[in-house]
């Protein structure tokens, strides 16, 4: 898979990062997603198999790090971890929002992120409920980050055109706080959570939306079979 810009190395991933210090740590998930799929030509092994599990005949095409969306209202665009510009068998392009997660959370609430934010905060999460289909439930113990990720998908797959896409959880730790947030997020979709396996889809507009969450152990690759990883124990 080619990934868009002056990816040379690792180093050059890290820079993406809104902080390129703190969220650079072995076991976290900024590093370990980095590692899991910079080298890869395809998608990572166990991603690779998931997704031909499910039917899901993708060919990935472009890989954008720390891709970012502009939202309504708000001061910053949801910064996605990876977008994976696929395409599907029939040729149709397939937009997937990878969000790596390891021994961090996804953030407040949104009861907790609600109480912190101006009128044009406010604004954002209201739109983020429409695009969800929501706007009348209960969302305030939902993960905040959860919605603008997924919210990701459906803008960027009508930007490009393209019918159905993945917001897709790529879990580095056994972290079941996380996993019960994204459980009860599918719960107002309908849909009862499951590790390993891609879900729906969720018909939103004429959006075909898909999740998945991949749970996979810290990557170890051995450095003389990546170039990226050469070129980083250099330094």
Known sequence: MKYFGLLENMEDWRLLLADPVKHWKDEYSA???????ASCDRFPRKVER???????ELTPL?????????????????????????QDREGGLFPIMVEGKAKETFGPLVSEWRKERSESG????????????????????LRYQLLHRTVSVLLEGRRIGAGRGMMLVHAFADNEDSFDDYSRFLAHFGIEAEKDSVQGPVVLGNFHLQFAWIQAPPTKLDPSKSIILQLLSMR
């Open 31 to 37: 590093k370990e997603l980095a590692k899991a799929w």
């Open 50 to 56: 998931i997704l031909s599990q499910s039917g899901l």
């Open 62 to 86: 472009f890989g954008f790090p720390e891709y970012k969306i502009n939202l309504p209202g708000g001061s910053r665009p949801s910064q996605t971890d990876l977008y994976v510009l696929a």
């Open 122 to 141: 406010l604004e954002r999460l209201d739109f983020l409920a429409k695009e969800l289909e929501l706007p009348f439930r209960d969302i305030d113990n």
